[in-house]
């Protein structure tokens, strides 16, 4: 088993805040993150695949293919949008980096399993350098 | 649903590759430059990834400032700036980057916030690190 990792870029912003709290609890838990106004990051997406290299052409994947699949299922719903109000995945859930990986799961998992060949095995959610996620498909 | 907050701090430390049973000439053939008298630094970058469910009120599986406080007090703390071989954890063991990963993760194996201890990487320079997984 081989796995294999195409990185991606997008710009969102997002902002932290449970409705089902006082405003001074959102505030208290999510510190500035909690600013109705929202603020942005340079977001990383890491998509892994894994699978058996093609004994013809040597691939697990096509990178152009599996690129073009995160541009489409991915980067266009959420590059240089407001993630709390544009995005469908989180109209009901935070988008916080760990539900991020689990929403560009969801919206991955069905592509690179038509695909055929490799599955999906972890994203991985880079909101800085510095801080990330992962999801791995698991319960 | 169970997921990974991974965070990435920086300390720098010096240390000296030096074990006690081998003779001058020994350490100079297993560690090299590493074995320089008055030892060398690093900055290390000390990777800490956490798992465990997504709560539902929060979205999160660990807060990050409870993660960053756990860690500051355990870790960050008692190596940045500091010389790994007077820490007594290295006192009978070479602080080699495969020992201080280990060192890492037995400090904060039972002592985060939230979630469980996932993998501790040590990123010595930009082209070794070192890594240590949670048994299963």
């Given amino acids: ?28 838990v999510f510190g500035l993150c909690a600013n109705k106004n929202g603020h942005g990051h340079n977001y990383t997406l890491e998509v892994t695949v894994a699978g058996e290299p093609d004994p013809v052409t040597g691939f697990v994947i096509d990178l152009k293919w599996l690129k073009d699949v995160m541009e489409r299922e991915v980067l266009s719903a959420w590059d240089h949008k407001h993630l709390n109000l544009e995005a469908p995945d989180f109209e009901h859930e935070m988008p916080t980096t760990e539900n991020i990986a689990i929403a560009a799961w969801k919206r991955l998992e069905p592509a690179v399993a038509a695909g055929g060949g490799a599955k999906l095995s972890r994203i991985r959610v880079h909101e800085t350098p510095e801080i990330f996620a992962e999801f791995r498909g698991e319960a | 649903m169970r997921a990974y907050f991974g965070r990435r701090y920086t300390i720098s430390a010096s240390h000296r590759l030096h074990a006690g049973a081998l003779t001058p000439e020994q350490n100079q053939a297993a560690y090299g430059k590493c074995n320089n008298e008055h030892g060398h630094g690093h900055n290390y970058v000390i990777e800490v990834l956490t798992g465990g469910s997504v709560n539902a009120e929060t979205g999160m599986v660990v807060d990050l400032a409870a993660l960053d406080r756990a860690v500051r007090t355990r870790v960050l703390n008692r190596f940045d700036h500091a010389n790994l071989n007077l820490d007594p954890l290295f006192a009978d063991c070479v602080p080699t980057t495969e020992s201080f990963c280990r060192a890492v993760f037995g ?24 890594e240590c997984f949670r048994e299963r």
């Fill in chain 1, 1 to 28: 088993m081989v796995f294999l990792t195409r990185r991606a870029t997008f710009s969102a912003s997002h902002y932290y805040w449970n409705e089902a709290w006082s405003a001074e609890k959102n505030q208290q």
């Fill in chain 2, 107 to 130: 400090l904060l194996q039972n002592a985060l916030p939230e979630g469980e201890l996932e993998h501790v990487r040590v990123e010595e320079t930009e082209n070794n690190s070192f």
